[in-house]
């Protein structure tokens, strides 16, 4: 698309759909010229290789193309609907440790008659309770950084989470993509009897409502806020947001990164929408509690969607990240921030991590984050101190200089030209090309 790109127009009301449900509506922008041409294309994947959806708005599809379509749609539904697993689960659980078998191709708890079927697979035997707690560890990643892009928590973070959301005093968590912290909640409420909170998650990898029940799980694309079980899976989140009048309920959504920052947004406000609906008093003004857990990179896309939200200073880690993982310094920190709505001074980080807070931000920040004078503001966005340029008006990163052709701080080492000020797609500065919010 050269200086041009993607805009996103969103869901529209007559969208056709592929496997992964109704698809965006797109458009083709280049600069200075008029709109390109409308099209479809697949919500969760940005990649063709996984989801070669593709329609012209204004394109008439044949009938045999048309039942080619719901033929493939039907085809790529999982072998076995949500009730089956629920099912089969009950019976696999009846079964001695000796018949408990996972099929590690087919990502599938197998029953006895279903062995002589996957003899050739390579499965896992000796199932425990113990595993079947913890399907994350027992699944494989998925791994596909555009459309799944599975890194979960590392405990640390996990744990973290879990022990600010008591901390906070909320009951409920609508976990949105975030199966580490749904499995961990869901261990702790069936071994502690004192232990009250619940949690509900709404993931895009149904291999998950093997081990949750219908109340537990409910497949979901946060990308086009699809409910793949229909109105009956709607019910459940609706009715889950509803418990004790909406209160004391938090949604925690840890999406792929490289996902589009306008489609999670429209989702995660018709969530909020849902969870208003629950008409109480006061509630029209309020936003539902949010974690969402995202590069801080995107921050000021964050911002425009949702004008009340703050970022922190903890660093999320991940597990199974090559790069996002805890005690790395300098550039390979993790730069995984939480955004919230919840006031700021109510989050308390960590002090042994090295956060400290702020008397004046009012917020606690990491220990290199120093408060500047002249912005009034603990200015470091990824943990390192910054720097103060009277020039720009800023605080910059400590390896960026003033120049003085290009008008602004920068790396020392780049060319002078306007474009290398932003991104290549969109021309916002903040990014790089690879994660450009409009690219698709």
Same mark, same amino acid.
């Given at each position: 698309a050269g200086t041009g790109g993607?805009?996103?127009?969103?869901?529209?009301?007559?969208?056709?759909?592929c496997p992964h449900g109704p698809a965006?509506?797109?458009?083709?922008?280049?600069?200075?010229?008029?709109?390109?041409?409308?099209?479809?294309?697949?919500?969760?994947?940005?990649d063709r290789k996984d989801c070669n959806f593709f329609q012209w708005e204004d394109e008439k599809v044949s009938e045999t193309r048309l039942a080619a379509r719901e033929e493939y749609n039907r085809n790529h539904r999982p072998p076995f609907t949500h009730r089956q697993?629920?099912?089969?689960?009950?019976?696999?659980?009846?079964?001695? #440790?000796?018949? %408990? !078998?996972?099929?590690?191709?087919?990502?599938?708890? /197998?029953?006895?008659?279903?062995?002589? @079927?996957? $003899?050739?697979?390579?499965?896992?035997?000796?199932?425990?309770?113990?595993?079947?707690?913890?399907?994350?560890?027992?699944l494989y990643p998925l791994e596909n950084k555009k459309m799944n892009a599975q890194y979960l928590f590392a405990g640390?973070?996990?744990?973290?989470?879990?022990?600010?959301?008591?901390? #906070?005093?909320? %009951? !409920?968590?609508?976990?949105?993509?975030?199966?580490? /912290?749904?499995?961990?909640?869901?261990? @702790?409420? $069936?071994?502690e009897?004192?232990?009250?909170?619940?949690?509900?998650?709404?993931?895009?990898?149904?291999?998950?409502?093997?081990?949750?029940?219908?109340?537990?799980?409910?497949?979901?694309?946060?990308?086009?806020?699809?409910?793949f079980g229909g109105e009956a899976a709607l019910e459940t989140c609706r009715k889950f947001l509803y418990q004790d009048n909406g209160e004391r309920v938090i949604m925690v959504t840890d999406p792929p990164f490289g996902g589009l920052v306008e489609a999670l947004a429209s989702s995660f406000k018709k969530l909020i929408a849902m969870w208003k609906e629950t008409e109480k008093e006061g509630h029209n003004s309020r936003e539902m509690p949010m974690f969402w857990i995202f590069p801080y990179f995107f921050e000021s896309r964050i911002l425009e969607f949702f004008p009340s939200f703050a970022m922190m200073d903890y660093q999320v880690d991940y597990?199974?990240?090559?790069?996002?993982?805890?005690?790395?310094t300098g550039r390979r920190q993790s730069p995984v921030r939480i955004f919230t709505n919840l006031t700021p001074s109510m989050i308390v980080l960590p002090v042994e991590e090295g956060y400290r807070f702020c008397t004046i931000c009012q917020r606690y920040v990491s220990s290199g984050n120093q408060h500047c004078e002249i912005c009034n503001s603990c200015t470091s966005?990824?943990?390192?101190?910054?720097?103060?340029?009277?020039?720009?008006n800023k605080c910059v990163k400590p390896s960026w200089f003033h120049c003085s052709n290009c008008n602004c701080c920068t790396l020392p080492n780049h060319t002078c030209e306007k474009t290398n000020a932003g991104c290549f797609v969109c021309g916002k500065a903040g990014h790089k090309r690879n994660t450009c919010p409009s690219l698709s």
């Open positions: 993607l805009a996103l127009l969103g869901l529209a009301p007559s969208a056709p759909s965006l509506l797109f458009v083709k922008t280049s600069q200075g010229k008029e709109e390109g041409r409308r099209f479809y294309a697949c919500s969760a994947c940005r697993n629920v099912e089969r689960y009950k019976n696999f659980v009846l079964l001695p #440790l000796s018949k %408990r !078998r996972f099929c590690q191709e087919c990502q599938q708890l /197998l029953l006895p008659a279903e062995w002589e @079927k996957h $003899s050739d697979h390579q499965f896992l035997c000796d199932i425990s309770t113990a595993q079947l707690k913890s399907p994350s560890q027992l640390r973070s996990c744990r973290f989470l879990l022990d600010l959301i008591i901390d #906070l005093g909320f %009951r !409920r968590v609508l976990s949105v993509g975030t199966p580490r /912290l749904h499995e961990m909640i869901q261990s @702790k409420a $069936s071994q009897e004192d232990f009250k909170v619940r949690s509900l998650l709404l993931d895009i990898d149904f291999r998950y409502s093997q081990f949750y029940t219908e109340d537990e799980f409910c497949h979901y694309n946060m990308f086009n806020h699809y409910f597990d199974n990240h090559a790069l996002y993982k805890h005690g790395k966005k990824d943990g390192r101190q910054w720097k103060h340029c009277i020039l720009c």
